[in-house]
């Protein structure tokens, strides 16, 4: 539910908050402070423009291993965008990589 965590923000703004937002969620669910915003997401919350952000958004958030060898972090996390027909009975999966 993007829209709760952009209540009364000026609307020149919303898209940069939406993003720093989704970041600041990132961070607490993946525990990672590197977080990486893939292109089609960006591109999709700045479809409507910088004032007409779409409601909600469907994400994978994925933690990834930093091939950097000199990176200040071991590990980060990508955003990626989910397009879904409807948001009906979605639920929270969590996806194990072998």
Do not use: C
């Amino acid at each position: 539910h993007r829209h709760k965590y952009i209540p009364k923000i000026q609307f020149k703004r919303r898209a940069p908050r939406a993003i720093r937002e989704i970041r600041k969620f990132a961070a607490k669910a993946m525990l990672t402070k590197d977080i990486r915003i893939d292109t089609t997401l960006n591109r999709y919350i700045w479809s409507n423009g910088i004032r007409n952000l779409p409601r909600r958004i469907r994400v994978r958030m994925s933690r990834k291993r930093n091939e950097d060898e000199d990176a200040k972090e071991k590990m980060y996390t990508l955003v990626q965008h989910i397009p879904v027909e409807s948001f009906k009975g979605l639920q929270t999966e969590v996806v194990k990589d072998e």
